[in-house]
């Protein structure tokens, strides 16, 4: 029997199933892969390019009886999915994340691990991050090093030495500009990138403690202010030193910018390449140094494990036994040093979560392998802050902007905290009263879109992974949950698009379009348009209607003899949502 790979629309609780076609390790002589409907296949989301075709192939290999089906999410919040799955133990055979979210929630839908050999594989260190009372849950694969990046090959031309302190940026800062070059950029286009800034620069100073990190546990409980803390007003203070400086701006520089020379220094959440070349044939590496303290004394570095894998606790129950021998096949895979290098392959850089493992020779973590051998890493926050992420972020932002002091900024820290406690905080757009369909939340975000652009219809399309990295990126990205709608929601559903297009077409042509589908990768396998219109509306054949489409899910000629509505999706979903406050299944579109 030969492993297969099955590929569908995650559909775990949605109730709409759009099965994109089969493929395998080798077809059946009737054009299926052998193996599919003899043995049931392990289900497994594949977001953030966590899992790929590469790593299945490589396992199919090693276990070629063993069948496996991916759900794709190609959406903007695959961290933000995981944990609303997990919460809502709504979680494929194989659960992934990027995050090692509730430990409550893991005790209740996965399986505990903690009795197989194969965990012993892993470091002691990071097995008892992840015990919980006595259970292991999941397991770690590989960690990440982040600090900030920088463009050797520019430093050295010019002959200018790595500065080991913030002090030392300073003053390298005036000759990098003096000699026309632009010292500091960084990614700003995700929402979570202030908060990020401020607690990776601030475990130089208060949150890489004792104290601060008792504050970091404490503080999303409720359980200690900002406001009277002197420790983490130092810190606050220290931060605005970045953005005085210009280091830290409102503005976003791309990683593609940064790729081309366009300053020297960059802020982000990690880099794929250390080396690129231009068009024009320069090329430049880069390098790694530690989040700079002010006098060099307490530099640190951010890690962060690049994902987490665990298996469902349904696979325990009476029937599922060939299911479990299968996902555990899968587990005691990944727990090898060839599991590893093969899960890992698209991460770039990494550092092994397994007890047997050397940094390579020339990774580019040897630059920074003394500061990681003297201790000095502090875990990435986010797990327990998933409520306050954004709504602090947008505060830190306001700091950023000069609409904030530090004491300023840790008073509306508190104050939104306890609006969020409260359920009064504007970051929460409305309830979900339970878990809605695919097609319901598509109705959401096509109404949405339809009535900020004042249409009378809307399409909006649905992901399929066709194979060899081929999914929509740019339709609907999931289903909405119950409980709390918030931004963090509204990421992980929404389209991709800055804007949202107007065509004026007959309801012959709009029908037309959608059975043609969007044909995204110009290949003739397009992605499903679903189609809704106003409430009452039927479609005329020779009528002329307004149809609204976000930009990306339409194809470059459509685009350009569309009206441009200056409104972005995010906003029409947040604007309605706030109309709405209760969403309880099939939404009004008058």
Request: net charge negative; charged share 25%; hydrophobic share 35%.
């Amino acid at each position: 029997m030969k492993c297969c790979l099955k590929r569908v629309l995650g559909t775990l609780a949605c109730g709409l199933a759009l099965i994109a076609g089969l493929s395998g390790c080798k077809s059946s002589p009737e054009g299926g892969p052998e193996g599919i409907g003899k043995r049931e296949a392990l289900t497994i989301t594949g977001f953030n390019n966590l899992i790929n075709e590469e790593f299945i192939e490589a396992f199919c290999r090693e276990y070629p009886e063993v069948n496996i089906e991916l759900i794709s999410y190609a959406g903007t919040n695959g961290s933000g999915l995981a944990r609303h799955m997990l919460e809502h133990g709504d979680i494929p055979d194989i659960y992934i994340s990027t995050q090692n979210f509730s430990r409550e929630s893991q005790e209740k839908y996965l399986l505990d691990l903690s009795n197989y050999d194969f965990v012993n594989n892993y470091t002691t260190a990071l097995l008892d991050s992840m015990d919980i009372n006595g259970g292991i849950y999941l397991l770690p694969s590989g960690y990440q090093l982040t600090g900030i990046y920088y463009n050797k090959t520019i430093l050295e031309e010019n002959g200018w030495e790595v500065p080991g302190s913030f002090q030392e940026l300073a003053a390298l800062s005036e000759k990098i500009e003096a000699a026309g070059y632009r010292t500091m950029g960084h990614g700003m286009s995700l929402d979570g990138y202030p908060f990020n800034y401020f607690f990776n620069i601030g475990n130089t100073m208060y949150f890489s403690t004792p104290r601060g990190t008792g504050w970091k546990e404490d503080f999303p409980k409720g359980e200690t202010a900002a406001a009277g803390n002197e420790e983490l007003k130092a810190a606050a203070e220290y931060f605005q030193k970045w953005v005085e400086h210009g280091f830290i701006t409102d503005n976003d520089t791309s990683v593609e910018q940064f790729y081309q020379g366009e300053c020297i220094f960059y802020l982000c959440l990690g880099l794929s390449d250390y080396t690129y070349t231009r068009e024009d044939g320069k090329t430049f590496e880069f390098g790694t140094i530690p989040w700079l303290s002010e006098d060099g004394s307490n530099n640190m570095l951010t890690r962060t494990v690049s994902r987490y894998m665990g298996i469902s606790r349904t696979l325990s129950e009476k029937g599922k036994e060939q299911k479990l021998e299968d996902a555990l096949k899968l587990m005691r895979y990944i727990s090898t040093p060839e599991g590893q290098k093969v899960l890992m392959a698209s991460t770039g850089q990494y550092m092994t979560s397994l007890n047997e493992g050397t940094l390579p020779e020339d990774s580019p973590y040897q630059e920074i392998a003394s500061c990681v051998s003297a201790g000095r890493t502090v875990p990435l926050v986010y797990v327990g802050w998933e409520q306050l992420l954004i709504p602090l972020s947008q505060n830190i932002r306001s700091m950023i902007r000069g609409e904030l002091d530090a004491d300023g900024l840790l008073e509306t820290f508190d104050r939104t905290a306890a609006d969020l406690r409260n359920g009064v905080s504007e970051e929460v757009y409305a309830k979900a009263v339970r878990t809605l369909t695919l097609e319901e939340t598509a109705r959401l975000v096509a109404a949405a879109e339809g009535r900020a652009a004042g249409a009378d219809c809307a399409l909006i399309s649905l992901n399929r992974y066709h194979g060899d990295g081929l999914c929509n990126r740019y339709g609907l990205g999931w289903y909405i949950y119950e409980g709390n709608i918030d931004r963090d929601v509204v990421n992980m559903i929404r389209p991709r698009a800055a804007s949202i297009c107007v065509l004026e077409l007959t309801g012959a042509q709009i029908r037309a379009m959608r059975d043609g589908g969007f044909d995204l990768d110009g290949n003739g396998n397009p992605y499903p348009y679903l189609l809704f219109v106003k409430d009452g509306l039927e479609l005329d054949d020779s009528t002329v209607y307004r149809l609204a489409v976000s930009a990306d899910e339409l194809t470059e000629e459509m685009r350009a003899g569309s009206e441009q509505t200056g409104h972005s999706p995010t906003d029409a979903i947040i604007a309605y949502l706030r109309e709405l406050e209760t969403v309880s299944g099939t939404v009004p579109w008058k």
